[in-house]
C-alpha cells in the first residue's frame, strides 16, 4: 500500500482514506488546507492506486495493513482519522482493531455491515456490481446521472470515468461486498475520544440502516448532518468547510481531554 504524506514536520497526525470509485488525490483540495498544522498519511487504497496493480481485498485486511503500514514509520497515535463512504467502514474497522489509538474519528456516510440473509447481501453486492460495470461502458453520460444529487463539472465526470476504466471487476465486487458484510465483531469496545458520523442531508434515506446502526452499536456517536451538498461532495465541493469541521473536532477532544 502506498501512503503519501504532506506536513511530515507537524507532530500530529490526520489520516484521511478516500472513498470508492475515486483515489487518493480525492483529498487534493483540503491537502493544502491542513498541511501547515498536521501530518496528513493519505493511503493509496489497493485496487485504486494506479501507480501499483492490484486488487481491493476486503476492508478487514485493507484496516490491518494500515495499521501496519503506520507502526512501520513510527506512528503510533493518530489524532484525527476520517474515511468517507467506503473509506468510512475502514475507519470503523481500524478502530475495532485497536493497534493504533485514534483520538478522534469521522465515518462520513460510512457503509456499516448489512443485518440482513446472506443471500440477499449477495444480490446486494450483485446490483451495485452490475450498475459500476455498465458505467464502464455508459461512460459520463451514465455518471451523469448517478451523480445528479451534486453538480459536477464534466472534468470531474470524467475523472471518475478514468478510474472505472482502471479498476478491475474483482476490486469492485470485493469493495462492495466487503463494504456490506465486514465484520465487526466488538463495536462496543472501541476506544475513541469522540466519533462522528457525517452524513448530508441529501443523502439521508440512503444511510439510514447505517445510522440506525451506528446508534445501536456505538452509542457513543455525534451526529452532523449537512446540507446544500450530496455524498462524498465535502472535500471536492466544499473543501473549506470540510478543513473547519476537522479541526473542529480535533479542538473538542482536546478539550474534553
Known amino acids: 500500500m502506498n501512503i503519501h ?12 482514506i478516500h472513498p470508492s470509485l475515486v483515489m487518493w488525490d480525492y483529498f487534493e483540495y483540503v491537502i493544502p488546507l491542513l498541511e501547515k498544522d498536521f501530518h496528513l498519511i493519505i493511503p493509496a487504497l489497493p485496487g485504486y492506486d ?5 486488487d481491493f481485498s476486503s476492508v478487514e485486511t485493507i484496516a490491518r495493513q494500515l495499521a501496519d503500514q503506520l507502526l512501520l514509520k513510527g506512528i503510533t497515535e493518530v489524532e484525527c482519522m476520517y474515511g468517507c463512504s467506503m473509506g ?9 482493531d485497536g493497534l493504533v489509538p485514534v483520538h478522534c474519528a469521522v465515518a ?3 457503509i456499516t455491515p448489512y443485518q440482513l440473509p446472506w443471500l440477499l447481501t449477495r444480490f446486494i453486492a450483485l446490483k451495485d456490481f452490475l450498475l459500476i460495470e ?17 453538480e459536477y463539472s464534466d472534468e470531474d465526470l470524467q475523472y471518475v470515468a478514468d478510474v472505472l476504466n482502471m479498476i478491475s471487476a474483482k476490486t469492485i465486487w470485493n469493495t ?13 469496545q472501541i476506544r475513541c475520544g469522540q466519533l462522528e458520523y457525517w452524513c448530508t442531508e441529501k443523502e439521508k434515506k440512503e444511510r439510514k440502516a447505517d445510522i440506525a446502526w451506528m446508534k445501536q452499536y456505538l452509542p ?4 452532523r448532518i449537512f446540507e446544500n451538498i450530496g455524498h462524498g461532495g465535502l472535500t471536492l465541493l466544499a473543501p473549506d468547510l470540510f478543513a473547519r469541521e476537522i479541526r473542529r473536532v480535533i479542538s473538542e477532544n482536546r478539550t474534553a481531554e
Open 50 to 54: 494506479p501507480k501499483k496493480k492490484s
Open 108 to 110: 462520513d456516510g460510512a
Open 5 to 16: 504524506e504532506y506536513g511530515t514536520d507537524n507532530a500530529r497526525c490526520i489520516v484521511l
Open 220 to 223: 457513543q456517536t455525534r451526529f
Open 134 to 150: 455498465a458505467g464502464k461502458v455508459g461512460g459520463v453520460r451514465l455518471l451523469e446521472k448517478a451523480f445528479a444529487t451534486d
Open 176 to 188: 462492495f461486498d466487503s463494504c456490506n458484510n465486514y465484520a465487526m465483531p466488538a463495536p462496543g
Open 88 to 96: 468510512g467502514s475502514i475507519v470503523l474497522r481500524f478502530l475495532q
